[in-house]
């Protein structure tokens, strides 16, 4: 957070109700990354963590992670390494399975994304129950890389996605 | 292009055979991406014939869209709009059905994802029979949207892809 002059990202987040199932409150991004200030400054903080930390690839989580990952990517002078749903990959993939809020799902990244001990930072939009995330960090570690930390748009404090990957510097920018 | 300077980017695209299916050639654009200069040159390039034209929101189409139209908005200081694969989005859409080269699909967009006569550049990585990116500025314009232009990575002369979208201006990094 910049503190007093930061422009309050929150306001640019709309619930959805009943999204994309009844009981769920659906966290809709889109005004906020049409909006150029917001996003930008969006992108600003979600790399700041981790400047000057020798991040060399940032990866993010489909579709949406992709998003704000690239966005930071670019800020951090990194590469990008998208971690897709299962089959979207043409080449040899290493694949995790995991449940989440709604449903279960795969994903996959190339098992050449990166040389070994690339210092890697893993950028998704929502923290929720933590599966994705974990099943992308198991990935990401697969492959040879060197988690530096995760950074989330939001995060759903009352899901506690935050105790699934205990153990790697994780941070948000907004709370819910 | 920046000329003699310039890195050579289609070397870092991989030719990836039968991929989806038996006699497509697949554009592996990832080892491009993962490559932090050469990202950083794509977006650069990406972004080049666009700046000081007051491009309001950049558009890109999922998945692989997202992945350079996100840098390519942070580069002009525009707004990121994504276009979705159908019943992705939570709030009312305009949509539009196609076929591609391999398949059919349908995309959409948030009916309010910019406001009216909002400046718009289009960005996507594989220009082929154009039949996407048709459907997309079709989306973008009944939203509201000045098409600047659209933005592509790669294009596939063979498949005559820019008639289907002649008037609008029309670029790409790399020919096949």
Do not use: N
């Not at 994309?20 to 917001?38: C, E, M, Q, V, Y």
């Not at 923290?127 to 995760?150: F, P, Q, S, W, Y």
């Amino acid at each position: 957070m910049t503190g007093a002059t930061a422009m309050d990202l929150k306001t640019l987040i709309k619930d959805v109700p009943d999204y994309p199932k009844k009981g769920i409150i659906f966290k809709d991004i889109t005004p906020l990354l049409s909006d150029a200030r917001a996003y930008e400054e969006t992108i600003t903080r979600l790399a700041e963590p981790w400047k000057g930390k020798g991040v060399q690839v940032v990866a993010g989580i489909e579709s949406r992670g992709f998003l704000l990952a690239a966005g930071v990517a670019l800020k951090l002078g990194a590469g990008l390494v998208p971690v897709r749903k299962s089959g979207k990959l043409p080449r040899a993939v290493f694949g995790e399975s995991y449940s989440l809020e709604y449903g279960t799902a795969a994903i996959e990244a190339h098992q050449d994304a990166f040389p070994k001990g690339a210092k890697v930072l893993l950028v998704d939009d929502v923290l929720a129950t933590g599966g994705t995330a974990k099943a992308a960090l198991t990935i990401l570690e697969r492959i040879g890389g060197k988690v530096m930390g995760v950074s989330f748009l939001i995060e759903l404090d009352f899901l506690k996605g935050r105790e699934k990957i205990s153990g790697y510097d994780c941070r948000a920018l907004i709370s819910y």
